[in-house]
C-alpha cells in the first residue's frame, strides 16, 4: 500500500469518525464543548504515559476519555450553581485542564514524544511509517489500525443507539418520559467524543479534529432536516475533505491537515451559499420574489375599485417609489393581464380585480421553498 494512500485512508478514518460524533453535537448546539474536550484530555494522555510508561493507544483513551467525562461534569457543575452560563463555565474548565497538561509534559515527560506539536498539529505524513506490530510482524500503520477501530466503535455506537440519541437530541423531555436517561446517553456521547479525538491526536492533531467534528456537520446541516441523511452528508463532506485536502497539500507543498481543515472550511462557505433551502442565495432569491410579490400587491391593491387612471407619477409618490421601480412593477403585471394603459395613466383589469378577489396576488400565490 503506499504512502499517499495510507495518509488518505488515515484522514478519511478520522473525518469521517468525527463527522458520525460531531453531526450530535452541532444538533444539540454543544459544538464549542467539543472543542474543549479536545483539549483538556491533554492532562489524561499525559497521566496515562506517567502511569504506564508509553504510549499504547489503550491506557492513552482511557485516560483520554476519563478527562473527557470528567470536562462535561465540571462544566454542567459550574452552570447547574446558575452563577455562570454553560459557554463561561466551558471557557474556565477546558484552559484549566488543558494548562494542567501543559506543565505535565514539559515536567515529566519532555524527554519523550509527547509534546504539544504533536497534540495540536500531529503529522499525518508520518502516519504510514509508524507500524504496528503483533508477535513481532507488522500488521500495518498504527494510526489506520486506531482509527479505524475508533470509526467502527462510532459506528456501532450509533447504530445500537440510534433511536434513543435521536430522542434526547430533539426532545429530551419526552425521552425522560418514555423511560431512558438523557444524561446516560449525554456522558456516554461525551465519552465518545473523548476517544475519537485521542484516537486522532498522533495522526492529526487536536486543531483537525475540531475541524471535523463541527465543519462537516454543519455543512451538512444546511442541506437536510432529516437525521440520517445528514449523518451520511457529514461523513461524505469529511472524507471528501480529508482526499481533497490531502492533493491541495501535495500540489502546495504545504501542511497535510492545514490543507484539509482549509478544504472544509472551503465546502462549508460553498454550501453556506447555495445550499437550496438555508443558503444565502436561495434566501436573497426568496426575498426577492417576496419584494416583487409585495410590490405588485401593492399597486394593485391601489388600483382596485378606482376607475379613474393613475399616472406613474401619482404611483410614485404614493409609495415613495423611485419611477424606474414603478415602471418595472407595471410592466410586471400588465405582462399578466392585471392592468392595462390608457391614455391617461394605468387601471386594473377585470383579471386584476379577479385576481384580488380570489387571494391569487403577491405572496399568496408565492409557493414557499421545500424546508
Given amino acids: 500500500m503506499s504512502?499517499?494512500?495510507?495518509?488518505?485512508?488515515?484522514?478519511?478514518?478520522?473525518?469521517?469518525?468525527?463527522?458520525?460524533?460531531?453531526?450530535?453535537?452541532?444538533?444539540?448546539?454543544?459544538?464549542?464543548?467539543?472543542?474543549?474536550?479536545?483539549?483538556?484530555?491533554?492532562?489524561?494522555?499525559?497521566?496515562?504515559?506517567?502511569?504506564?510508561?508509553?504510549?499504547?493507544?489503550?491506557?492513552?483513551?482511557?485516560?483520554?476519555?476519563?478527562?473527557?467525562?470528567?470536562?462535561?461534569?465540571?462544566?454542567?457543575?459550574?452552570?447547574?450553581?446558575?452563577?455562570?452560563?454553560?459557554?463561561?463555565?466551558?471557557?474556565?474548565?477546558?484552559?484549566?485542564?488543558?494548562?494542567?497538561?501543559?506543565?505535565?509534559?514539559?515536567r515529566y515527560a519532555g524527554q519523550v514524544d509527547l509534546d504539544?506539536?504533536?497534540?495540536?498539529?500531529?503529522?499525518?505524513?508520518?502516519?504510514?511509517?509508524?507500524?504496528?506490530?503483533?508477535?513481532?510482524?507488522?500488521?500495518?500503520?498504527?494510526?489506520?489500525?486506531?482509527?479505524?477501530?475508533?470509526?467502527?466503535?462510532?459506528?456501532?455506537f450509533v447504530i445500537v443507539l440510534y433511536k434513543e440519541l435521536k430522542l434526547t437530541t430533539f426532545d429530551a423531555g419526552l425521552a425522560a418520559a418514555l423511560g431512558f436517561s438523557p444524561i446516560v446517553l449525554h456522558y456516554a456521547l461525551m465519552s465518545m467524543v473523548s476517544i475519537t479525538v485521542v484516537g486522532a491526536f498522533e495522526s492529526v492533531g487536536a486543531i483537525l479534529v475540531v475541524?471535523?467534528?463541527?465543519?462537516?456537520?454543519?455543512?451538512?446541516?444546511?442541506?437536510?432536516?432529516?437525521?440520517?441523511?445528514?449523518?451520511?452528508?457529514?461523513?461524505?463532506?469529511?472524507?471528501?475533505?480529508?482526499?481533497?485536502?490531502?492533493?491541495?497539500?501535495?500540489?502546495?507543498?504545504?501542511s497535510i491537515a492545514g490543507a484539509m481543515a482549509t478544504v472544509s472550511g472551503a465546502l462549508f462557505t460553498l454550501v453556506f451559499l447555495l445550499s437550496p433551502s438555508y443558503g444565502l442565495l436561495a434566501r436573497w432569491l426568496r426575498q426577492l420574489h417576496l419584494g416583487r410579490n409585495l410590490s405588485d400587491q401593492l399597486l394593485l391593491l391601489h388600483l382596485h375599485g378606482?376607475?379613474?387612471?393613475?399616472?406613474?407619477?401619482?404611483?410614485a409618490r404614493r409609495f415613495s417609489w423611485r419611477a424606474r421601480r414603478v415602471e418595472t412593477v407595471v410592466d410586471r403585471l400588465e405582462q399578466r393581464e392585471w392592468i392595462r394603459r390608457v391614455a391617461d395613466g394605468i387601471v386594473i383589469t377585470p383579471s386584476g380585480e379577479l385576481a384580488i378577489e380570489k387571494g391569487g396576488v403577491g405572496p399568496l400565490r408565492h409557493r414557499p421553498a421545500s424546508q
Fill in 306 to 315: 378606482d376607475d379613474e387612471p393613475q399616472s406613474t407619477d401619482q404611483l
Fill in 211 to 254: 475541524a471535523m467534528l463541527i465543519v462537516p456537520p454543519a455543512t451538512a446541516y444546511l442541506l437536510t432536516d432529516k437525521l440520517s441523511t445528514l449523518l451520511g452528508l457529514a461523513v461524505g463532506f469529511g472524507v471528501l475533505s480529508a482526499v481533497l485536502g490531502y492533493w491541495l497539500a501535495y500540489l502546495w507543498d504545504a
Fill in 3 to 106: 504512502p499517499s494512500l495510507i495518509v488518505i485512508l488515515v484522514a478519511s478514518c478520522v473525518a469521517a469518525a468525527c463527522a458520525l460524533i460531531g453531526s450530535f453535537l452541532v444538533l444539540r448546539q454543544m459544538a464549542l464543548l467539543g472543542d474543549a474536550i479536545s483539549h483538556a484530555v491533554l492532562p489524561g494522555i499525559v497521566l496515562a504515559f506517567l502511569f504506564t510508561g508509553e504510549r499504547a493507544p489503550l491506557p492513552m483513551i482511557l485516560g483520554a476519555g476519563s478527562l473527557g467525562v470528567l470536562t462535561v461534569f465540571l462544566v454542567e457543575a459550574f452552570h447547574r450553581t446558575q452563577r455562570l452560563k454553560e459557554d463561561a463555565s466551558i471557557g474556565v474548565v477546558f484552559p484549566a485542564l488543558f494548562s494542567i497538561g501543559v506543565v505535565l509534559i514539559s
Fill in 116 to 156: 504539544l506539536d504533536c497534540v495540536l498539529y500531529g503529522e499525518i505524513a508520518y502516519a504510514p511509517l509508524d507500524l504496528l506490530y503483533f508477535q513481532g510482524n507488522s500488521i500495518g500503520p498504527k494510526a489506520l489500525w486506531v482509527n479505524g477501530v475508533v470509526l467502527l466503535a462510532n459506528i456501532l
